[in-house]
């Protein structure tokens, strides 16, 4: 069994009307702004595959309910039904070859480099590049070690970050991955059908992940999204991102610092909900004064080429108006047991 809490305060420069730090659709980090909030409160169970195994992880807090919002709603699916399961798989280590691994059920998508959980991130919050990639799965996966250094796996899926299906199609996901002592490398993709009602125009997306460890102290990474997808009526759109990490942890301190630095553009509005192209640079130190206490002071600025950020003012219908930019200043606070 394990766990942890992931608490934070934020304050946002714009003091926006309705105290949402991101725009719709993003956000899983540090949502809301002027308030003492939980992030992500989760609960592990897992028993290892020896041969069989699962884990279960359910959570509440406000990442969940963001990362759990667009889930299409139906006959027992829906972001109601779903928003408390963080990872829920079964795993058989089949004993084929060098150790062939079947999971089956919700587990942690194999697209970039920044996961769901904050406290195994470099930064408290996480980038663009995150926050439009899926954070979780639902169907079959197949893991296989060609050596100690080269991987691939396999993945038959339900969508795109989606439990319930919003059409009759299902998408296929790879990964061809290599770590070695210093550099380690991915290469990820998903294909398929992700319009509502729609099996036949394609979502495509390549993913390239790379960490080298520079030194003992200094660790750099980059990150690198491109897609494209069809649509019924009209010619394809497009997205891509790109992401450049370094992070400064001396073996002799428990304190650690990490920049951020990406880029992202959606002329066509296709996965960000406007037509923009986003900067975005962060700054976290890292304090950890025990083990299982993780302290993360953060600074962010963001910057778009369209009005997306709420500001203070409102519109006469009670709806935020908006600016290009937004400056965040971050605590967060993670305890884990």
Known sequence: MGGFVDAYYGWNVNRPADHANFFPGAGTTAKRDNEVSVNLAQIDLTVDPAPVGFRLAVGLGTSTEVVHAFEPVGVVVGPEAWKNVIQASVQWKTGVGRGLLLEAGIYPSHIGLETLASKDNWNYTRGWLGEFSPYY?????????????????????????????????????????????????????????????????????????????????????????????????????????????????????????????????????????????????????????????????????????????????????????????????????????
């Open 137 to 337: 799965q639902t169907g079959l996966k197949l893991a296989y070690p060609f050596s100690d250094r080269w991987s691939a796996q396999l993945h038959v899926l339900n969508g795109w970050q989606t439990i319930g299906d919003n059409n009759r199609g299902k998408s296929i996901g790879t990964q061809i991955a290599y770590s070695g002592p210093r550099l380690s490398v991915s290469l990820n993709g998903i294909a398929g059908p992700e319009l509502a009602d729609d099996n036949h125009d394609v979502r495509v997306m390549g993913d390239i992940v790379a960490t080298y460890q520079a030194t003992s102290v200094v660790s750099l990474a980059v990150s690198l999204d491109a897609a494209r997808e069809g649509r019924p009526a009209g010619p394809s759109v497009s997205w891509k991102g790109a992401g450049a990490y370094v992070r400064l942890a001396p073996s002799s301190s428990r304190s650690a610092f990490a920049l951020r630095g990406e880029l992202y553009d959606d002329p066509d509005g296709a996965i960000s909900g406007s037509v923009q192209t986003l900067r975005g640079v962060t700054a976290t130190f890292e304090h950890r004064p025990t083990p299982n206490l993780i302290l993360k002071l953060e600074g962010r600025y963001d910057r778009s080429s369209a009005d997306v950020f709420a500001r203070q003012t409102s519109d006469p219908d009670g709806n935020p108006l908006r600016k290009r930019d937004q400056l965040l200043v971050l605590v967060g606070a993670v305890a884990t047991f």
